[in-house]
């Protein structure tokens, strides 16, 4: 059976699909897989990076090993703070990592599960899969309608910066 790819709203920058109960995207960075790794688990890199603009993030825990926890708590000045949190499943420097990718929903509860980050070296460049193990589609557009592509784009454009900025 062949998968069945739905664009989520891809940009010129950023591809975004689903394939079954799994949601991806999709970027190239104009940088090293060892730069990128470090942008990823380097708790003084994540505030410069993580969140979108006009939110500030604070590292409360970051253990990067199988089994270590780790706690972020993005700021806006327009709602309430936002926690994400989970646990590292798996950590191969520099090729990827894959953890639990959790936060809560007012009125709906935590939502989320395993993600898995996948770095593939192209040289001076870096292509970054991150694969949301969501479980079903039904999942996804919950998970969507949180407005995480949106989220998930300015992100990874303010990822872009730091990685340039080297």
Do not use: C, Q
């Not at 192209?122 to 694969?131: D, H, Y």
């Amino acid at each position: 059976m062949n998968a069945i790819r739905i664009d989520r709203g891809s940009t010129e920058t950023t591809s975004i699909y689903s394939e079954g109960g799994d949601l991806f995207f999709e970027r190239t960075f104009n940088a090293p897989r060892e730069r990128v790794w470090k942008a990823f688990t380097d708790p003084e890199l994540i505030p410069r990076w993580w969140g979108p603009h006009a939110t500030s993030t604070t590292v409360e825990e970051m253990d990067v090993r199988p089994g270590g926890k780790w706690r972020y708590v993005s700021r806006a000045p327009d709602r309430d703070d936002v926690v994400f949190y989970g646990e590292y499943l798996e950590v191969t420097p520099p090729e990827g990592f894959k953890w639990t990718f959790m936060f809560d929903v007012e009125g709906v509860g935590p939502m989320g599960g395993p993600e898995t980050f996948i770095l593939e070296d192209l040289g001076n460049r870096t292509k970054v899969i991150s694969i949301g193990h969501m479980g079903s589609a039904e999942a996804i557009e919950g998970a969507l309608a949180t407005g995480m592509v949106a989220g998930a784009i300015e992100t990874w454009n303010r990822l872009e910066a730091l990685l340039t900025e080297g």
